[in-house]
């Protein structure tokens, strides 16, 4: 049951946000992170519901199915990033970007290093002003991944884009 539940809701998701896939999926993580105050990757289910309805239009129900593919029902806070990955997706291509990318594992990426890996197209212009979380290169890559038809052609845009 829990498989199915979780492919129908990613499914769904995914549908609802097609034509604004990068813009929604980077303005939530920006106020998932915004919520957390500990800033420790947790956040009250109650807001995190609240955002999923106004953000993604998650019913109680979805966000439930949600509670139940991430194993937390019962618990009080969510590890928000955690629960992305289970409403869009595991995105284990953009992953090897971004390990290639900070290898010290420290979280940011600074312009320099993005500017030494980045070989796109004119028409491909990364607008980047400062250094990048994990957690905003990974929502910008989910969007995109949902905006490209098929998993052939975003795994050849992430390989044509990043010379790594």
Not at 82 to 105: C, F, H, Q, W
Request: glycine share 6%.
């Amino acid at each position: 049951l829990q498989i199915n539940e979780g492919f129908d809701l990613f499914a769904a998701v995914r549908n609802r946000l097609k034509g604004h896939a990068i813009q929604t999926l980077i303005g939530l993580g920006r106020r998932l992170q915004s919520l957390d105050v500990n800033e420790n990757g947790l956040i009250q289910k109650e807001k995190l519901r609240e955002c999923l309805a106004e953000e993604l239009s998650l019913s109680r129900q979805d966000s439930e199915a949600v509670w139940r593919i991430v194993g937390q029902q019962e618990e009080p806070l969510m590890d928000y990033a955690e629960m992305m990955r289970a409403v869009t997706g595991e995105m284990s291509e953009i992953r090897k970007v971004y390990v290639k990318l900070d290898p010290n594992k420290t979280g940011s990426v600074s312009l320099s290093d993005i500017e030494k890996f980045y070989s796109a197209t004119p028409s491909q212009h990364l607008e980047v002003t400062r250094d990048v979380s994990y957690g905003e290169f990974e929502d910008y890559y989910e969007g995109l991944s949902i905006e490209v038809p098929t998993d052939q052609e975003y795994i050849d845009i992430l390989k044509s884009t990043w010379s790594i």
